[in-house]
């Protein structure tokens, strides 16, 4: 239980691919159990709500972003440069993701990293975890302890990297049940995502074994696909059986409404027809694209088939958590200026409908969790317009292409502010 308030602020709220909802002079209204019982313009407020303790706030409001694809682990790698993705989990993410044998190092990264989320404004995300069962216990215990929405797994892999990483195909499933049992929707914030890394890290029987769990406890699942041509090539070797590299994770069941596939880059119109069939999501991460020289993921393909698509910061071959300047590079991988209201989306309401929270999240609706966040915003503007004479556009474009200049402010999910008692 949370005290009811309403925030008077510029109110941005993404409400499909092409139009948001923008009021200059607006409220949102928040109850007890931190759900949005108004949103609109500060005229429209009903006198019921009058009597709410009011915050007044120059800087804009809008929806809390959501990282569909982030690894705690590879929080302090960032910018680490290396010329191919193979080369680049060999000589720093794997020595890296050891060290998460070590219970301090656990528990330091999982609470500078769930800090570092909430700085960036991010509300709700979907993380991948390291191989080891307790570390994963302690990055659920500070995610519960941050308040943030986590969608949550320990990498599984059981062969193609360091002996130190890997667990028998048993041991890597038994760890899973277990953190399964302990944390799949324990609270309304918390869910667990079967993660195999990708299929050169993992053996058939432990992707069916992996598939099999997902479907016994219906959870999520996350892993990557389709990111690289190297990886795609090992792929092929690994597998030869498999018609692609989508058939390799259908035919271990992994893929269903609640499976969110990384990168998807290097993709064909069989895999996308074998993703729309299964109504998978696919999480895009631009700047990781951009840094690991990945390939221009196929926007207009991923929307011709009707593929739910998130954004995410992908770190740590991302090179930041924040979502506004991934909202930004969404743009520039394209080579073409997308229209602002685009990225604001798939960053928001589109992360949510990709992650099946939409009911829950991604916009400030009536009903939804008040997870929202402010950013200040440099005022100066051409023409001499205030920020509350910017229209729709100009503002989404404010939001997307100005974000060198974004300061997020305050955060809040489910009502309850971060960093408050
Ligand atoms: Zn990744």
């Not at 700047?287 to 020289?293: E, I, K, V």
């Not at 309401?349 to 929270?357: C, M, Q, R, S, V």
């Not at 100066?380 to 300061?407: H, N």
Request: proline residues 5%; contains cysteine; hydrophobic residues 40%.
């Amino acid at each position: 239980m949370n005290a009811p308030f309403r925030i008077h602020a510029p109110v941005v709220s993404p409400s499909g691919r092409d139009r948001i909802a923008w009021h200059p002079r607006g409220v949102v209204a928040v109850d007890e159990d931190g759900r949005i019982l108004f949103r609109g313009d500060e005229d429209d407020l009903p006198e019921s709500l009058t009597a709410l303790p009011a915050i007044s706030c120059g800087d804009v409001l809008l929806p809390g972003m959501i990282d569909a694809h982030v690894h705690l682990p590879q929080f302090d790698c960032r910018g680490k440069f290396g010329a191919t993705l193979m080369e680049w989990l060999d000589r720093f993410i794997y020595p890296e993701e050891m060290r998460f044998a070590q219970e301090t190092v656990a528990r330091d990264t999982a609470r500078r990293f769930y800090h570092a989320l909430l700085e960036a404004g991010t509300t709700t995300a979907m993380v991948y975890g390291s191989v080891h069962e307790r570390a994963t216990h302690i990055a659920f215990e500070e995610a519960e302890r941050a308040g943030l929405r986590i969608i949550l797994g320990n990498v599984l892999m059981d062969r193609g990297a360091p002996a130190a990483l890997l667990l028998s195909t048993k041991e890597a499933l038994v760890a899973s049940e277990r953190l399964i049992e302990t944390w799949h929707r324990k609270t309304p914030l918390l869910s667990y995502a079967i993660t195999p890394r990708f299929a050169p890290t993992c053996t058939p029987e432990l992707l069916r074994g992996a598939g099999a769990l997902a479907a016994k406890h219906d959870t999520w699942v996350q892993t990557h696909i389709n990111e690289t041509s190297g990886e795609i090539a090992r792929v092929r070797e690994l597998f030869p059986e498999s018609a692609h590299y989508t058939g390799v994770y259908r035919e271990a069941g992994l893929l269903g409404d609640r499976t969110v596939l990384g990168h998807n880059i290097h993709t064909d119109d069989e895999q996308m027809e074998v993703l729309r069939e299964h109504n998978c999501a696919v999480a895009h991460c631009p700047d990781s694209n951009l840094f690991l020289g990945s390939g221009r993921f196929p926007l207009e393909r991923h929307e011709q088939y009707g593929i739910r698509t998130a954004l995410g910061s992908d770190v740590g071959a991302g090179t930041t958590l924040s979502m506004l300047h991934v909202m930004r590079t969404m743009s520039y991988v394209q080579g073409r200026s997308l229209h602002p209201f685009l990225p604001l989306f798939h960053a928001t309401l589109g992360g949510a409908e990709a992650l099946g929270l939409a009911n829950e999240t991604g916009s400030l609706e009536v009903g939804k969790s008040a997870d929202m966040i402010t950013v200040h915003v440099e005022r100066q503007f051409c023409r001499g317009k205030t920020l509350q004479d910017l229209s729709d556009v100009e503002i989404a474009s404010v939001l997307v292409y100005r974000t060198p200049e974004t300061v997020v402010r305050r955060v809040w999910i489910r009502g309850k502010e971060a960093g408050s008692a």
